[in-house]
């Protein structure tokens, strides 16, 4: 299967599915390749929880807002969430990946997280392995 649109992209949209199956899209950084991706969100994140409960998921291609293109293609993909250590090592790798961007934009996050008396992030990462194409 060709994944060549996943590994080109900039931004993925992963789609998680509520308990009832509404499809529930957001756009996320990450790295890998080759039908094998990881990315890494708040490890409190709904879309967390509704991995847990349903790990099949859709990738997209979309841009930076979660817009995805009317010709790109849905991916099926299987989610499985990685322990503190892969967590980690995939938010390392996707910070790299984005360089000052990544930076800028976790710095802003760290700072509402302060000024809400949030404590600090924990991420938890995410591997996917695309199963197929609709």
Request: net charge neutral; glycine share 8%; proline share 5%.
């Amino acid at each position: 299967m060709d994944t060549s649109e996943l590994d080109e992209a900039k931004y993925l949209s992963l789609t998680t599915f509520t308990r009832d199956g509404a499809p529930k899209p957001a756009p996320l950084w990450f790295v890998g390749s080759g039908g094998r991706y990881q990315m890494t969100t708040d490890a409190d994140a709904w879309k967390v929880k509704r991995i847990r409960n349903t790990p099949d998921v859709w990738l997209e291609v979309c841009d930076i807002r979660g817009e995805v293109a009317q010709a790109a293609t849905r991916f099926e993909a299987r989610a499985e969430l990685t322990d503190d250590a892969g967590s980690a090592r995939i938010d390392d790798a996707v910070m790299a990946r984005y360089g000052l961007a990544g930076k800028a934009i976790m710095a802003i996050q760290w700072v509402g997280r302060k000024v809400r008396r949030q404590p600090p992030r924990t991420p938890q990462g995410i591997e996917l392995t695309v199963t197929g194409a609709v």
